[in-house]
Nanobody, 120 residues
Framework: QVQLVESGGGLVQPGGSLRLSCAAS????????MGWYRQAPGKQRELVAS???????KYADSVKGRFTISRDNAKNMVYLQMNSLKPEDMAAYYC??????????????WGQGTQVTVAS
């Protein structure tokens, strides 16, 4: 029915930047809140940033001032600009979205994840 696909992960040096993208596709009527989560080895999955359909954003304290979440409603995409990357940012990053399908089914959906590696 609907799906989320992340891209943009890769290897970066400490202090470097990376931009993640997440594309929603399928039988989508509308997308409500969207967010980026990450999970490092041996750690719980944590919310990194979220953004409402109106553009209101929230960030985890650990990334404030360094990461920026944004969305393009016309393209059904959400982005995460990551600057001043630190080794502790290394994790698998997942996109999540609450979506209403064309069949009027409301649910939360996850992407498959994209790996961010910060060399050190």
């Amino acid at each position: 029915q609907v799906q989320l696909v992340e891209s943009g992960g890769g290897l970066v040096q400490p202090g470097g930047s990376l931009r993640l993208s997440c594309a929603a596709s399928g039988s989508i009527r509308s997308i409500n809140d969207m967010g980026w989560y990450r999970q490092a080895p041996g750690k719980q999955r944590e919310l990194v940033a979220s953004i409402t359909s109106g553009g209101s954003t929230k960030y985890a304290d650990s990334v404030k001032g360094r990461f920026t979440i944004s969305r393009d409603n016309a393209k059904n995409m959400v982005y995460l600009q990551m600057n001043s990357l630190k080794p502790e940012d290394m994790a698998a990053y997942y996109c999540r979205a609450q979506m209403l399908t064309t069949a009027w089914v409301l649910g939360g959906y996850w992407g498959q994840g994209t790996q961010v590696t910060v060399a050190s």
